[in-house]
């Protein structure tokens, strides 16, 4: 069992960055690839990074590529996103989550998940 709790989100102006971090309990962290996700008021919720086990390999969706780097910290049980040049589109609820998948864009095969944090980028 794995809680996930984000935090970091806020209002910021397009071009500015934000860095959001994900805390997570238990003690099973480090065999867990984790993977942020996004949503926006009425859209679907779609796959943003992703990150395996030790950290090493990362993917992310073409729309962040470049502007958002995600990284962890197995030791504090933390994951976190660097959101860099963020446009008003990156506007979104974003949710932390864990898979035993690494690699993994798909949402449905994320376990657990947080209870999102709000990013609002103004124009």
């Known amino acids: 069992q794995v809680q996930l709790v984000e935090s970091g989100g806020g209002l910021v102006q397009a071009g500015g960055s934000l860095r959001l971090s994900c805390q997570a309990s238990g003690r099973t962290f480090s065999t867990y690839a984790m993977g942020w996700f996004r949503q926006a008021p009425g859209k679907e919720r779609e796959f943003v990074a992703t990150?395996?086990?030790?950290?090493?390999?990362?993917y992310y969706a073409d729309s962040v590529k470049g502007r958002f780097t995600v990284s962890r910290d197995n030791a504090k049980n933390t994951v976190s996103l660097q959101m860099n040049s963020l446009k008003p589109e990156d506007t979104a609820v974003y949710y932390c989550?864990?898979?035993?998948?690494?690699?993994?864009?798909?949402?449905?095969?994320?376990?657990?998940w947080g209870q999102g944090t709000q990013v609002t980028v103004s124009s």
């Open positions: 990150i395996d086990r030790s950290g090493g390999v990362t």
């Open positions: 989550a864990a898979t035993k998948y690494s690699g993994n864009s798909n949402r449905n095969l994320y376990d657990y």
